[in-house]
């Protein structure tokens, strides 16, 4: 059994992964300030109420947009099963075609979504992971990843939204009955919710557009649910697309190593 970690600025998604198949997964919360046996306490104790004993973890694997983190996250693996994990970056074989102006400024939860999107899905697509940041990653037919696309995340807008405005109340992402707000709880949550399916579906027409054929459209991250579908553009909901593709990245530098 492999665990797969994939830290956002936000959460952290931690992963069983065996054959191939997501075994257990959960969210916990990204803390610069959590320590590596901090960190291991939490994942033992997940793993054990999921009936999985930490000697049954053969190997792993990170990523993480919060570089601080992947010390830590060395240490959390030395303490909970004894393994060194392999930590996406430099240096690490990912089988990935990248052609952007520098490939070393592309986060490494993009490449494993688009590794793991790339052998999964048709090509060419469009990978939307949503998040704190919303990006839309853009793999051509050749399976060339072209470039990346970054916006506010959901959250993250309407936080700056309440923060910045006097009146405005955080709400949870419930979608309204209408697009019309009539009051002001569901303006907040047609724009929230219907605005970024709109945003989706428009980004996805102007890269088509760009590039000169349909894409497959893909989805993952945690807000990913409560959005695509008010998509008017069929999008393919991959929960596991990142977890998914540390795991091909793992296999690949453990069989070339």
């Known amino acids: 059994m492999i665990l797969t970690i994939d ?11 065996q054959n191939g198949k997501t075994v257990v997964s959960a969210r916990f919360e990204t803390n ?5 046996a901090e960190y291991a306490i ?45 930590v996406v970056g430099p240096g ?14 592309l986060g490494a939860d993009i490449v494993a979504g688009a590794v793991a999107s790339i052998a999964k899905y048709p090509l060419p697509q469009i990978v939307f992971d949503m ?32 923060e910045k405005t006097s ?19 569901d303006s907040m949550l047609s724009g929230s919710i219907f605005g970024t399916a709109a945003m989706m579906d428009g980004i996805a027409h102007r890269v088509e557009m760009e ?23 069929k999008f393919i909901l991959d929960d596991n697309l990142v977890l998914d593709g540390l795991y091909r990245i793992y296999q690949k530098n453990r069989i070339g190593g």
């Open 92 to 105: 690490v074989r990912t089988g990935l075609n990248i052609k952007i102006d520098n490939p070393a400024q």
């Open 167 to 185: 009146q405005l109340p955080m709400i949870d992402l419930i979608a309204p009955k209408h697009v019309v707000g009539t009051n002001t709880v």
């Open 42 to 86: 939490k994942f033992k104790t997940w793993l054990e109420m999921n009936n999985v004993s930490p000697v049954q973890i053969e190997g792993g694997i990170v990523s993480t947009v919060v570089p601080p983190l992947a010390s830590v996250l060395r240490g959390t693996f030395m303490m909970l099963c004894g393994k060194e994990p392999v």
């Open 211 to 233: 590039i000169g054929g349909e894409a497959m459209l893909i989805a993952t991250g945690g807000l990913s649910s409560a959005i695509v579908p008010y998509c008017e553009r």
């Open 32 to 36: 610069t300030r959590t320590t590596a």
């Open 131 to 162: 998040g704190t940041a919303t990006t839309a990653c853009v793999i051509d037919k050749a399976g060339i990843l072209r470039g990346v696309i970054i916006l506010p995340g959901v959250r993250t807008a309407l936080s700056t939204l309440v």
């Open 7 to 17: 830290v956002g600025n936000t959460q952290l998604v931690a992963g069983c992964m």
